[in-house]
């Protein structure tokens, strides 16, 4: 039950902000989020989470509703690097930096209510 994307061009630092929000938050609760947050970020995270569930529904046959997200990290892919020119024939450096994202979902631990009683001594 794991999703990933490679080599998107967003700065970890930035993506990172996103992820730490929806990390342990029910599948349902991250999609909402993930909709209406005004970051770049977001819209790729939303993908990302989409796929992790689908993944889960079709693969293993789970249910969305029963679903978190487990782990969810940002790790730092290649760097472009680039230039603008500045005065004096310089040239002023440019890093345009991309990331990989990976989340991975969990079902919920059942309730304590259907769990049987222990007997205690």
Known sequence: MKASVKHIRISPKKANVVVGIIR???????????????KKAADILYKVVASAVANAENN????SENLFIK???????RTLRRGVPAS???????KKRS?????????????PAE???????
Do not use: M, Q, W, Y
């Open 24 to 38: 342990g938050k029910r599948v349902g609760d991250a999609l909402d989020f993930l909709k209406v947050a005004n």
């Open 60 to 63: 293993d046959g789970k249910r």
């Open 88 to 94: 004096r024939g310089r040239v002023a450096p440019i």
């Open 99 to 111: 990331s990989h994202i990976f989340v991975e979902l969990a079902e919920l631990e059942s309730s």
């Open 115 to 121: 769990k049987p009683a222990k007997k205690t001594s």
């Open 71 to 77: 782990t969810a990290f940002v790790t730092k892919g």
